[in-house]
């Protein structure tokens, strides 16, 4: 079952560049596409390199055109703040059907 609550995005200006530099670049509208289409659980990035306060947490999830994205964001209230988002790599996508897909 899909997750129907579009978040208020806050995507600084490095890095809607970064995500502009992507082959092929990220829209924001595929970002939104992902938080709504979204059926696992958010994770919690515990790398020391990436901890951030509050914690980063990210997600996998397709936009309306079958592209998957991984997102990783910092909820702050009603305002997400993007961090980055990109096709997923083979392990990301084991680890998150591993334990982002979990039913309980």
């Excluded at 609550?5 to 509208?29: E, R, W, Y």
């Amino acid at each position: 079952m899909a997750q129907s609550a579009t978040p208020n995005l806050q995507i600084s200006p490095s890095v809607q560049q970064k995500l502009a530099g992507k082959k092929p670049p990220v829209k924001q509208d595929e970002i939104l596409q992902c938080f709504a289409n979204r059926e696992g659980k958010f994770l919690l990035d515990t790398r020391e390199d990436h901890k951030s306060d509050p914690p980063t947490r990210w997600f996998i999830a397709e936009t309306n055109f079958g592209r998957k994205l991984k997102i990783a964001f910092i909820p702050r209230g009603a305002v997400v703040t993007i961090r980055t988002a990109y096709d997923p790599n083979d392990d990301e996508l084991r680890i998150y059907n591993k334990h982002g897909m979990q039913t309980n």
